[in-house]
């Protein structure tokens, strides 16, 4: 599976962004989706992540009650709403796909095809 990411931005504390990553082919719906993100100087780390069929969706804490992942299979795409955004969520966001396992992982290493990375940027 080939991902695109797209939808970062600059964006005042407090505002909102969707971030979309449309996947190629034809067995998207097969795929752990996940996302993460990289500040310079630090380690990628999860953010979210949905199953295979959507009805379960882990969170990193920092996140929790402000961004929602969600999933179309039927348009082989997965979006990241932000809201309540914070300058510390500045990143670059990267949309990433599993088939290595069923359960959604935090570790970028079970993650074997990525996007190329949206730029999110909030200002305070």
């Known amino acids: 599976v080939q991902l695109q990411a797209s939808g970062g931005g600059l964006v005042q504390s407090g505002g909102s962004l969707r971030l979309s990553c449309a996947a190629s082919?034809?067995?998207?719906?097969?795929?752990?989706m996940g996302w993460f993100r990289q500040a310079p100087g630090k380690e990628r780390e999860f953010v979210a992540g949905t199953s295979t069929s959507g009805g379960t969706t882990k969170y990193a804490d920092s996140v929790k009650g402000r961004f929602t992942i969600s999933r179309d299979d039927a348009k082989n795409t997965v979006y990241l709403q932000m809201n309540s955004l914070k300058p510390e969520d500045t990143a670059v966001y990267y949309c990433a796909a599993s088939r290595i396992s069923w359960r959604i992982s935090t570790y970028y290493t079970n993650y074997d095809a990525w996007g190329q990375g949206t730029q999110v940027t909030v200002s305070s």
């Open positions: 082919g034809h067995t998207f719906s097969t795929y752990v």
